[in-house]
Nanobody
Framework: VQVAAESGGGSVQAGESRTISCTVR????????MGWYRQAPGELRAPGKQ?????????????DYGASVSGRFTISRDIAKRTLSLQMNNLTPDDTAVYFC??????????WGRGIHVTVSS
């Protein structure tokens, strides 16, 4: 699996919506799990700081969300376009972060995108 493109990053105002996406070169039809994580820009180089779990999409369609985004964010996939997306509604400055897509096809490990910057201004 290789992430070919990432899109949707940029700056928005609080209360607005944004959709970010990752496209892979392989088919996503048989991915076991796909997900989104984020990390505050100031923590990217901080030792020991883990990425915050945002959303997960299982191969059977089940979805999981982190508590901070549940009800505002929606994860989805477009198998034909080999794309994983995250629709983010009612954004707040606390959502400012670098967002990472993740793809897992067992028995291989996770493959990560390089990161999509999203800045939310009040």
């Amino acid at each position: 699996v290789q992430v070919a493109a990432e899109s949707g990053g940029g700056s928005v105002q609080a209360g607005e919506s944004r959709t970010i996406s990752c496209t892979v070169r392989d088919s996503i039809f048989n991915m076991n799990v796909m997900g989104w994580y984020r990390q505050a820009p100031g923590e990217l180089r901080a030792p020991g700081k883990q990425r915050e779990f945002i959303a997960r999409l299982h191969n059977d369609g089940r979805q999981d969300y982190g508590a901070s985004v549940s009800g505002r964010f929606t994860i989805s996939r477009d198998i034909a376009k080999r794309t994983l997306s995250l629709q983010m509604n009612n954004l707040t400055p606390d959502d400012t972060a670098v967002y990472f897509c993740s793809f897992v096809r067992l028995p291989d490990g996770a493959v990560w995108g390089r990161g999509i910057h999203v800045t939310v201004s009040s």
